[in-house]
């Protein structure tokens, strides 16, 4: 499933005729009201009228079934409820029309069938709709003959429709081929998009580390490098180099530039600071990550000389996502955070 320019999600030929729109539904429901109106006008010519009234539901649920129904082609049990909705007005309508109709507009669904027969044909089920077509020429032309007409004139009076149909069909062969060429074309497109985003990133994100790793580490590199004598401050330093580097590496979702503060001014304290990500704080809100990241800078601000503070985000799925374990000269303390950024329990 690719976009389009609209921002529709476009995934086969409803995407390209515009069956996912609203409009779509708007045209339906016109497409009905339209036939509604034929069988108002049907009132004084046919007898009983309720016919036609089940008529209209029938295509009006028939309709919308088609534009609604998922997938592509349209599943067999879509299929089915919109051919037997679609074949219900002319079992119907023709049931109590005369056998001379004073208007061609009473014979209204003729063309209420070969319209739906078309769209099935569009979206895939081509069988089923030259299937409805034959079942309503065959019922137009049993009602011509019981009326002493013959049989040929209910096929004659269903050949324009067929013509319909047919050019529907060979739309059909056309379009769907098309359609799906198109979304063969847009995921490829999509793909190397993404795979030049990746790239991008990836390239960022490269050169980031390095900016990183220029400034904090090379002018430690370039002391040693000199073959300075270090002091004591110095090969603190040194530790502490190491250390935010360990940082970055082993945790980078834990570090803010409050933690990475804190931490540092706990290290230079004499506290063995381990921090961990095991992917703990992917998907979390980025309010519950900011909760999380500041009670860690407190527990790190709290924790006293010689002690040891271990931060660990766990994996993803589970009910916690950090723990925080602490020894120091007032014993042992162990916080769990949820995945707010609140305590557990």
Do not use: K
């Not at 030929?13 to 497409?31: F, K």
């Not at 799906?180 to 490269?206: N, P």
């Not at 800078?297 to 000389?305: K, M, N, T």
């Not at 120091?328 to 950024?341: C, P």
């Amino acid at each position: 499933m690719t976009r389009v320019d609209s921002g529709a999600v476009f995934g086969d030929v409803r995407d390209l005729l515009g069956m996912r729109r609203p409009a779509a539904l708007v045209m339906t429901i016109l497409y009905a009201a339209a036939f509604a109106i034929l069988a108002w006008y049907s009132r004084p010519y046919v007898s009983p009228w309720w016919p036609e009234i089940l008529a209209v539901v029938g295509i009006a649920v028939a309709a919308v079934a088609l534009v609604r129904s998922p997938g592509d082609p349209v599943p067999p049990r879509w299929t089915a409820l919109i051919a037997l909705c679609t074949l219900i007005a002319p079992g119907a309508v023709f049931s109590v029309l005369p056998s001379h109709p004073p208007l061609p507009l009473l014979t209204w669904p003729i063309g209420a069938v070969v319209g739906i027969a078309s769209y099935l044909a569009v979206r895939g089920r081509t069988l089923v709709g030259w299937a409805a077509m034959a079942v309503t020429t065959a019922i137009v032309a049993t009602w011509s003959s019981s009326n002493g007409a013959g049989w040929l004139p209910g096929v004659m009076r269903c050949l324009p429709s067929v013509t319909v149909l047919l050019t529907a069909t060979f739309f059909a062969a056309t379009l769907r081929p098309a359609a799906r060429q198109t979304v063969l074309l847009r995921e490829r497109v999509t793909e190397r998009h993404a795979a030049e985003a990746a790239a991008i990133a990836a390239r960022q994100e490269r050169e980031r580390q390095l900016e990183h790793l220029n400034a904090v580490a090379r002018p430690m590199l370039e002391r040693l490098a000199r073959g300075t004598e270090l002091d004591d401050a110095a090969r603190l330093e040194c530790v502490l180099v190491e250390a935010r580097l360990r940082d970055t590496l082993r945790a980078p979702g834990l570090l803010s530039d409050d933690v990475s503060a804190a931490a540092e001014r706990a290290r230079r304290h004499g506290v063995t600071v381990v921090l961990l990500d095991d992917g703990g704080l992917d998907g979390l809100a980025p309010q519950a990550v900011d909760r999380i990241r500041l009670r860690l800078a407190r527990a790190l601000e709290a924790v006293e000389g010689d002690g040891t503070l271990t931060a660990r985000a766990v994996p993803p799925g589970r009910d916690t996502a950090l723990t925080v374990l602490t020894r120091d000269a007032h014993g042992i303390a162990r916080v769990e955070l949820d995945s707010d950024g609140y305590d557990v329990g």
